[in-house]
């Protein structure tokens, strides 16, 4: 599995937008980008994933580079809410063991009133 | 609502006293996982089902049993607990290659 490279930590200011970075250059060209989420210890929750376009939802947007080396989420207004764990994941397709999900360390973002 | 349920939420035991780990989700999901989450090594799988009577290996099997009867449920078996099992344990769910859904955890201390 590729790996992923991100920031320990950040922090923003409630309002503001958060843009999380994450880098993986050895993605394969059929792997895509998962970003889940943690707030302190509760169980992960998906955010987003893209493979190669940029990716919006109610929850967020993801830009992906377009060598795809690298990838950032963004919480377009932080809220308090948002302060967890950011987990940047590459997965291939298919199922089986390809399904498993290979968490890091993540980003720990702190929004501050 | 759709969710994954995980019982008990919270367990503090004894060594080599067998528990179970009951795990539910009503999204229909063929796939179904177990992972574990310990400070530092981050989340790693247990062990993983295909779908009912399909099950598999994942990262950190040992001391650890599943069964897969039903498609809904996916109970984690501890049948001889021991201290470095301390942890706090995730079932997920999703369709074949599609987005996993997690349950709330379940934190459990072996003494």
């Known amino acids: 599995d590729a790996k992923t490279t991100q920031p320990p930590s950040m922090d923003c200011a409630e309002g503001r937008a958060a843009n999380l970075p994450c880098n993986h250059s050895?993605?394969?060209?059929?792997?895509?980008v998962y970003w889940y989420r943690q707030i302190h210890s509760q169980g992960p929750q998906y955010i987003i994933h893209?493979?190669?376009n940029n990716e919006t939802n109610e929850m967020a947007s993801l830009i992906i580079t377009e060598d795809r080396k690298s990838s950032t989420l963004i919480l377009p207004h932080a809220t308090l809410r948002d302060t967890a764990v950011y987990y940047c994941?590459?997965?291939?397709?298919?199922?089986?063991?390809?399904?498993?999900?290979?968490f890091g360390k993540g980003i720990t973002l702190s929004v501050r009133p | 609502e759709a969710q994954v349920t995980q019982n008990p939420r919270y367990l503090i035991t004894v060594t080599g006293k067998k528990l179970t780990v009951t795990c539910s989700q009503n999204?229909?999901?063929?796939?179904m996982s177990w992972y574990r989450q310990d400070p530092g090594l981050g989340l790693r799988q247990i062990y993983y089902?295909?779908?009912?009577?399909?099950?598999d290996k994942g990262d950190v099997p040992e001391g650890y049993k599943v069964s897969r009867k039903e498609k809904r449920n996916f109970p984690l078996i501890l049948e001889s607990p021991s201290p470095n099992q301390t942890s706090l344990y995730f079932c997920?769910?999703?369709?074949?290659?599609?987005?996993?859904?997690f349950g709330p955890g379940t934190r459990l201390t072996v003494l």
């Open positions: 997920a769910s999703s369709h074949p290659g599609d987005t996993q859904y």
């Open positions: 050895t993605i394969s060209g059929n792997e895509y």
């Open positions: 893209g493979l190669k």
């Open positions: 994941i590459v997965r291939p397709p298919g199922t089986g063991a390809n399904s498993k999900l290979t």
């Open positions: 999204m229909n999901h063929e796939y």
């Open positions: 089902s295909m779908n009912v009577e399909v099950t």
